[in-house]
């Protein structure tokens, strides 16, 4: 039977805090509570997770902090793959890799290419929502990225639909995001939200007479009398038109769910959009809140990282790892046990057998260790040659290289800043035929990052130097790049 799982989605949506809290067993969802507040007054949300509370705490980051785009590579290797992505991304990324937290997420293979949704996260941005998390009486154990948490939410209320534009209503800002094939593709969002509309609607109705105070359809508003709020819904209506714009060219989706707050004000879907939307219910205004609460029980993003890894969660990992220091000792000791005791049984049985020896043959034990000597002086080694590339021409393959005289003529060469040349296996006492295996670490600079990226490609592709099936590392520096893979045996 599946044990229930708690988990709190917390939604900072200036100036709202919302929350959902989750029971989840299995892949069975149960919504048990929803709270909504200001964040100046979060007493309503704390009480969700209070001090006694033994579930899990998530938050996302926003779309305006977190660079999300789908790449592809032509191979079906995942462990080259992710470094070829890190790279394509510093090539391609405007933002500073110094400045940024860098993952690779939803990696999936089909037929002979690779894809992933490559994430770029603010330093900066995190560490100011951590302060704001804090500062609520939230120690959070996971952050997420607000765009990826409302495609669970769309596949738990449509499961049937793959292709979709999602639009989430907030208070600050409008999220919008790309699904194709049921995997987010790209995503942004708007610089103002649901409160700018509001608070212009209230400047608007300050100059009216209590006759024109009536409903208001945003449908039919009348600029003459709703000035203030007619400039900003043109103007939130002009914005998400552009990124829909740049969705459109790269999906032919059309289907619209709607979700957060969109019915804050009376037909505000249908002022923005033309085609017909989808939403989910009364649970929409907490979706996101819910959404990232149930990504935290699938394959969830991690954004909390190198320094930003929970405190909690080092502590979780230094009990783990006492218990295993004493489960490894506890084995370790039973293991010098039975081989002792394996050793004495060995011995006796060698002792017995030489001695039914010496009573067969007549010989006595001194004749016996005498024979044993000469064996051991007279031994000759087989010999053994190498046929891997050795230092020389390996260095000449690297200037011979047709990607090294291409960069040469274009006045970006590739510059060797250290190379290793180490045999990581080889024959030798005790292990006679072991393999001759040699493994060669390259550090260099080029000036142009995209050069780098193809020579990553080279090495992955493999030639008659280098052994394409054998893992190739790579490393990159903020001038530098560092590769290691292994070389390929020739025949003599």
Not at 151 to 161: E, G, N, R, S
Not at 240 to 267: D, Q
Not at 461 to 466: E, I, L, N, P
Request: proline fraction near 4%.
């Amino acid at each position: 039977m599946d044990i229930f799982t708690l988990h709190i989605g917390l939604q900072i949506d200036p100036p709202f805090l919302r929350a959902a809290l989750l029971s989840i067993q299995g892949r069975r969802i149960f919504l048990k509570d929803v709270k909504e507040t200001l964040i100046t007054e979060p007493n309503a949300v704390k009480q969700l997770y209070s001090p006694k509370f033994k579930g899990q705490i998530v938050s996302g980051l926003s779309a305006k902090h977190v660079l999300a785009k789908r790449l592809e590579l032509n191979t079906k290797k995942p462990k080259h793959a992710r470094a070829a992505f890190l790279l394509q991304n510093e090539g391609t990324s405007p933002l500073n890799p110094q400045d940024t937290i860098v993952l690779i997420h939803d990696m999936q293979a089909v037929e002979n290419k690779t894809s992933a949704l490559v994430l770029s996260a603010s330093k900066n941005a995190i560490a100011e929502h951590l302060i704001l998390c804090n500062n609520l009486g939230a120690d959070l154990d996971r952050l997420g990225a607000n765009a990826l948490a409302l495609l669970h939410y769309a596949q738990w209320k449509h499961p049937k639909i793959s292709d979709a534009v999602l639009i989430d209503f907030g208070s600050s800002e409008i999220t919008c995001a790309l699904i194709e094939k049921g995997r987010l593709k790209k995503a942004h969002a708007t610089d103002s939200g649901i409160e700018v509309l509001a608070k212009a609607l209230w400047e608007d109705q300050k100059n009216l007479s209590s006759l024109q105070e009536a409903f208001i359809s945003l449908q039919t508003i009348d600029a003459m009398h709703f000035p203030t709020l007619a400039k900003k819904l043109a103007e939130m209506k002009q914005e998400i038109e552009k990124i829909l714009h740049s969705f459109a060219r790269l999906s032919s989706a059309h289907t619209v769910i709607c979700t957060g707050l969109h019915e804050a004000l009376p037909a505000l879907k249908e002022s923005i959009f033309a085609s017909e939307t989808k939403t989910s219910g009364s649970e929409d205004k907490y979706a996101l809140a819910i959404a990232l609460a149930i990504e935290n029980t699938q394959k969830p993003l991690q954004l909390l990282r190198e320094k930003f890894f929970p405190e909690k969660h080092w502590r979780q990992s230094g009990r783990y790892a006492s218990l295993l220091v004493a489960l490894s000792l506890g084995l370790s000791a039973l293991l010098l046990a039975i081989g002792l005791k394996s050793i004495a049984t060995k011995e006796k049985a060698i002792h017995s057998a030489i001695a039914q020896h010496i009573q067969a043959w007549g010989s006595s034990e001194n004749d016996l260790v005498s024979w044993l000597k000469l064996i051991e002086t007279h031994r000759k080694e087989t010999p053994y040659l190498s046929t891997l590339p050795n230092v020389s021409d390996t260095l000449s393959w690297l200037s011979r290289h047709p990607l090294a005289q291409k960069l040469n003529e274009e006045s970006d060469p590739i510059d060797l800043l250290d190379l290793r040349y180490l045999f990581v296996e080889y024959p030798k006492i005790g292990s006679l035929t072991a393999p001759y295996i040699a493994k060669v670490e390259l550090k260099f600079s080029v000036k142009n990052p995209m050069n780098a990226r193809l020579f990553h490609e080279a090495l992955l592709q493999g030639d008659a130097f280098v052994d394409a099936t054998k893992e190739i590392s790579w490393e990159t520096f903020s001038h530098s790049y560092k590769t290691s893979f292994f070389l390929k045996k020739r025949f003599l």
